[in-house]
DNA sequence: CCTACCGATCGGTAGG
DNA sequence: CCTACCGATCGGTAGG
């Protein structure tokens, strides 16, 4: 919790940052419990034991790498879904944001599917109780299209199942340089779930 | 490589087998690198070491069950689509094994799907070449389908990915003693698939 | 299949 | 921010 609701005046270390950065690559590479802190420590070049300084343990690390994923992703959602405006646009810009973020964050994506198992009990009920809300936030949009008569008579939770997991699969294979921009794949996939819902305002 | 291609007379140990199942099982709950052979040792009453009679090594438990899982699920894709029929009968049957598969294996889901970069070199690749044999089976079934006007004009690239992630999400959620039983959730999903390709059969 | 044990590495602390 | 070091645990072997 040291990157967010910080309102002192101290700001945030640039080695408290430089760290959790070589974390975050590191345990994208080789996961939480194939990472040491001395190969944390040889990527920002400082000893092992310094880390403690700026971090109270390795598991303080991975528990600020995912609530901030979760933080981010909400955020997100709430910064583009319009409650006033239709349930397809709702949709779409829920699946171009989601889709944007997977793309531009494979670490934090593959951290953040893979070690909620490796999460101590209190910060893992926290990143639970994050992926719920949001979780909980799309299959709403989606209800709310299919009571309006403005998607197909589909099941909102599979159906948001399907697309969150599509959505998160693009932090596997999408490239920066690839032969897809990320305006490509991100509207790309936004039809997609316009099309899986059965938008009849398209 | 020890559960496959082994002609000769003398079969697998049922003690081999049950060493496989409780490494599968705590190597889901606890990642490769969060399971010590101590732990799968006690999880079948035996000492660590005599773990070593029966596998060559940790190493060598998860290249096992991790070449098996891919097999299985080429197998699955092979038995059930019919080149012969329709490219929509072939999704439909494709997305129906691909997501039982997963909802009825999510131990080798999980680990199938975080621990790639827990292999030594040789595995890791040999896994790889599955995966992508896998991933092209899946792109050309959809492309027949598009280029035989079956289907809309969908990438079967990007469309194969989404139904790819969807279906293994299933192994996340998915509880048997759930509302919706295995059948309900194989349909759901195979008519999901042609709904996002504009199947024209349906 | 066990006891006994190997060197290596783990996350973290003491003390300055 | 470092050196020096802690006890614990790691995967694996020797020998019977």
Redesign the interface.
Known sequence: MQSTGQAAPRRVGARQDEIREAALTLFS??????TGMEQIAAAVGLSPSSLYNHWKSKQDLLADIMVATMEDLLAGFAAVVDPARSATEGLRAAMDAHVRYHATHHREARVG???L??LADASRERVRGLRQEYATAWQQLLATGVEQGEFAEV?PR??S??????G???S??YRPDGALTLDD?AH??AE?AL??V?SRLT
């Open positions: 590479e080789r996961g939480y419990h194939g599917n893979r070690e198992t490796s099941s599979l159906t199942f399907a697309l969150l997991e599509a998160i699969g693009v596997q294979w794949v790309e996939y997609m099309r899986l059965g």
